[in-house]
């Protein structure tokens, strides 16, 4: 199995904070890995070491085998970031079409229309942002990142504000995307949805305390749902 | 650098700002009020005439020239002591007292206000001349000028300069809240996610601004010389390419702003930081040539010095855009555009280049 992220020993120290502490995480090609803990864990700042915007103190990263910045350059990174993005006095569909232009994208208009399906956005197209609710901009947030059908998909906390239906059917697209081989990395702290992922990471003061998939966790545990079991490896290594 | 992706964002942020009505018609319409008040205080040569108290137990002069002086009509006269003129004078109901003893011409005045206190010797000095004729005048200097006339107005001589402090002054704020907005609202972190390189971030950001800011060039230029009906010898067309040389540098110091500031109170704070110094010292109130020393460095690193020169040259001594001078000033205009630039491409941080 390849690997489409590897992390090794990654630090980051912001002041006297250390956000990452030899951070080791490796994500298959066409898996869906949740990156699960609380606020403060490291959980964005290893993401925005993965989109290139945070160059590690020390440690490696490679995505699909290419340094951060150079996998984004080459438009096969798709990074939705935590608060909706957005330009609120642009419409639906000239936020997409600009980020299609950044990206490169020849045939943008099926494109567009279809990662508006996809989010459930199409007859709000024409719509202001600004007019749009929170929710509707979450979804426009990750139409953005799902646009150029890249090969690794960041997501840090994508459902935010979004309700349960609508959820229910963006872990659908995201199933199907990773059985098409897109890689996914999700982060979270909402246990119904970390355990849709294939593996989850369990982080904590920068580091991974613990990793496998939500059974495995559970069961490692000994306990009888996912969040116990996260708060007792917690507890074990606290 | 990919033309593309510069063009993008060159029109993004044109149509963000044709979205935002407000900011538009600011952009537009408040440096013409702006301008058209200037021109209203500045623009004519008719002042109101000042209150001249005559004193004549001080002056030896026959009363038939003291009539002719007192109905000038340079002045408002009147008649009295000299002890009621002073007093007239302290409780603010005249502007001077004026006592003739000889040849000797004494102009007793207020003097909080040194502007006001200019102002009443030049109409004293007429009105002495229709009193006495051409004597008074016989020993007076004759000045003659090279360039503008002696009907142009403050406003005609202070349009060029205005004209570049405008463009100047609301394209760098517009500027440094909208980039600001970029960093606050989130959307430069995705941008820097993208493949988006900062060049031609900033570049893309220096031709969409850079197009309203000629726009406004243009309403202004035409405003001033059309409506206000400044005089000007110069030629439409080159007063237009040293604007547009100064606003490019302007948008990248607005860049620059939004790396320093927090928050859109910040950046507003910043305006007096960055305009204040260029209208003292970039010749717009104070001649570069009459500054002290140790100041004419400091206006050297100030690209409204040179605009201002330029613009002079142009609108005043109708010097053309292959004057060495003009070119010169260009030259530098776009010098500083272009270390304003990279200075706004190292502010914006992405930690992996």
Known sequence: MTEAVVASGVRKRFGAVEALAGLDVQVHTGEIYGLLGPNGSGKTTFIRCLAGLVRPDAGAITLLGQAPRAAVQAGRVGYMTQAAALYGDLSVAENLSFFAKLEGLPHAEPRIEAVLRTVELLDRRTSVVSTLSGGMRTRLSLAIALLHEPDLLLLDEPTVGVDPVLRQELWTHLRSLASGGTTILVSSHVMDEASRCDRLGLIRAGRILAEGSAAELTQRAGAKDLESAFLALAGQTA | ?353
């Open chain 2, 1 to 353: 650098m990919n033309p593309r992706r510069i063009a993008a964002v060159a029109q993004r942020v044109a149509l963000n700002f044709r979205r935002d009505h407000r900011s538009l018609a600011l952009l537009i319409i408040a440096p013409l009020i702006v301008l058209t008040l200037v021109g209203l205080v500045w623009g004519s040569n008719t002042q109101t005439p000042p209150n001249v108290v005559v004193a004549l137990d001080r002056t030896n002069l026959p009363g038939l020239i003291v009539d002719k002086f007192v109905t000038s009509t340079a002045i408002h006269g009147a008649r009295a002591t000299y002890d009621e003129g002073v007093t007239q004078l302290k409780e603010g109901q005249t502007d001077a007292v004026v006592w003739i003893q000889g040849t000797s011409v004494h102009i007793l005045v207020e003097g909080s206000d040194p502007l006001r206190a200019g102002s009443v010797a030049g109409p004293v000095q007429k009105a002495l001349v229709d009193a006495i004729g051409g004597a008074a005048q016989g020993a007076g200097v004759q000045l003659e000028q090279l360039y503008g006339s002696s009907d142009y107005t403050l406003l005609d001589y202070l349009a060029p300069v205005l004209v570049a402090f405008f463009a100047f002054f609301f394209i760098f704020i517009l500027s440094a809240v909208s980039f600001l907005r970029e960093r606050t609202s989130g959307t430069l972190e995705r941008l820097m996610a993208s493949p988006l390189r900062r060049g031609e971030l900033v570049t893309g950001y220096l031709a969409g601004f850079t197009f309203f800011a000629l726009i406004q060039a243009i309403v202004i230029i035409l405003f001033t010389v059309f409506v206000l009906k400044v005089q000007y010898r110069g030629n439409l067309a080159t007063i237009f390419v040293v604007e547009a040389a100064l606003v490019i540098g302007a948008v990248s110091i607005g860049l620059l702003v939004s790396a320093a500031a927090r928050n859109e109170l910040q950046a507003v704070q910043f305006v007096p930081v960055v305009l204040l110094p260029q209208v003292f010292l970039s010749g717009l109130l104070v001649p570069v040539s009459q500054l002290p020393d140790y100041l004419r460095p400091l206006a050297a690193i100030m690209p409204l010095t040179y605009a201002n020169e330029a613009l002079k040259a142009v609108m005043i001594k109708g010097a053309a855009l292959s004057d060495a001078l003009v070119l010169r000033d260009i030259g530098v205009l776009l010098l500083f555009a272009v270390i304003l630039a990279a200075g706004a491409m190292a502010s914006i941080r992405r930690e992996v280049a």
